[in-house]
């Protein structure tokens, strides 16, 4: 997802609707408003782990390693309380949630439409854009369901020379 500037030229007067509601470096400085504008309540805790989140611009990331981030800068939250705020951003459209080989569950800032590539070696995940992979043929979905997503993960490793 292309990063969105905030339409207004003063930084620290920045507001969820001038980031367009969608987390960016712009969110981290206006996680609360962004909270309420999803329909969260801003706690403290998930104002906190918002700002850790998309203060780093687009990344992918798990509940355990932003649970040792929130320990490193003292925010005081139990790994339970991560996996359900991250849960809870999803549900609200501020994450989207990556499942590798069912064991291993990634949070994407990054909420555009994407694909990506799986380091098997460092179990990394990296984006492949939007117009990098073109689906066909997609299977007709049982009668009354639609298709809601199609998540790509191309598996990825060092060549070997044979």
Do not use: W
């Amino acid at each position: 997802m292309a990063d969105v500037t905030p339409r207004s030229q003063d930084p620290e007067r920045s507001t969820a609707q001038d980031c367009g509601l969608r987390p960016s470096a712009c969110a981290a400085r206006d996680v609360g408003s962004i909270l309420r504008t999803m329909g969260l309540r801003p706690t403290r805790q998930r104002v906190a782990l918002g700002r850790l989140l998309y203060g780093y611009g687009d990344r992918h990331i798990t509940a355990e390693v932003l649970h040792e981030e929130a320990v490193r800068a003292k925010v005081a939250v139990s790994l339970a309380t991560v996996y359900n705020t991250l849960h809870q951003f999803t549900e609200a459209g501020m994450l989207r949630q990556i499942a590798v080989d069912g064991a291993k569950t990634y949070f994407d800032t990054n909420v555009s439409e994407h694909h990506h590539f799986l380091v098997e070696s460092d179990n990394q995940l990296l984006d492949i854009p939007g117009d990098g992979l073109t689906l066909g043929n997609l299977p007709e979905p049982p009668e009354g369901m639609e298709i809601a997503r199609v998540d790509v993960l191309v598996r990825l490793r060092p060549k070997t020379n044979r």
